[in-house]
């Protein structure tokens, strides 16, 4: 069985598809820092501990302090790269962050599954609620590496040369041999 991953032309429908990577970039990258000054003021307001309670790509979990900066931290060093690799054009800045995506989404999700497992049959409302952050989330996620992925292949049909050899499309009916 085969699947074809789809390719997209635009964003959303109506943004050019570099405009859309870039539009999505700043609000992604607008969103992280919001997210980094929540867990600034948290940490602050409850004192100082090394434990805090973390939303990370839609996911909640409890971990140190320093952990917690270093996630966010990547993520808007990512975000940064991805900005300016759509800026300029530059399809090994965009490989990077389409690498380092995949990759912590995939591990956003194993987290999840593992996390969240023990806690399925507990509290049906709470895990509703998580399960249907989380997956929007990922969604979102998903959509911008496929956002990604589609200028990668643009880029890359855009600098192969191709030349077609119109005179082998060419068809010669032979005319039929009367007796």
């Known amino acids: 069985m085969r699947i074809e991953i789809p390719e997209f032309r635009r964003c959303?429908?109506?943004?050019?598809?570099?405009?859309?990577?870039?539009?999505?970039?700043?609000?992604?990258?607008?969103?992280?820092?919001?997210l980094v000054v929540i867990e600034i003021v948290v940490s602050e307001h409850y004192g100082k501990t090394n434990y805090t309670v973390v939303l990370y790509k839609g996911l909640i979990f409890f971990s140190q302090?320093?952990?917690?900066?270093?996630?966010?931290a990547s993520e808007i060093l990512f975000n940064i790269i991805l900005l300016v690799g759509a800026h300029m054009k530059k399809k090994g800045l965009l490989q990077v962050f389409y690498y380092y995506w995949i990759t912590m989404t995939l591990a956003t999700l194993v987290t999840f599954v593992i996390l969240r497992t023990e806690h399925l049959?507990?509290?049906?409302?709470?895990?509703?609620?998580?399960?249907?952050?989380f997956l929007?989330?990922?969604?979102?996620?998903?959509?911008l590496i496929l956002l990604v992925r589609s200028?990668?292949?643009?880029?890359?049909?855009?600098?192969?040369?191709?030349?077609?050899?119109?005179?082998?499309?060419?068809?010669?009916?032979?005319?039929?041999?009367?007796?």
């Not at 959303?12 to 919001?34: E, H, K, Q, T």
């Not at 302090?65 to 966010?72: C, D, Q, R, S």
């Not at 880029?155 to 192969?160: H, K, L, V, W």
């Open 65 to 72: 302090l320093w952990f917690a900066y270093i996630l966010f």
């Open 151 to 179: 200028e990668l292949l643009k880029r890359r049909q855009r600098n192969c040369i191709s030349f077609v050899n119109q005179a082998a499309e060419v068809i010669v009916d032979t005319p039929e041999q009367t007796r």
């Open 12 to 34: 959303c429908c109506c943004f050019p598809l570099r405009r859309g990577i870039i539009v999505l970039g700043y609000i992604n990258l607008a969103f992280s820092i919001f």
């Open 121 to 133: 049959f507990r509290n049906y409302g709470n895990y509703f609620l998580e399960s249907c952050f």
């Open 136 to 143: 929007s989330n990922i969604a979102i996620q998903v959509y």
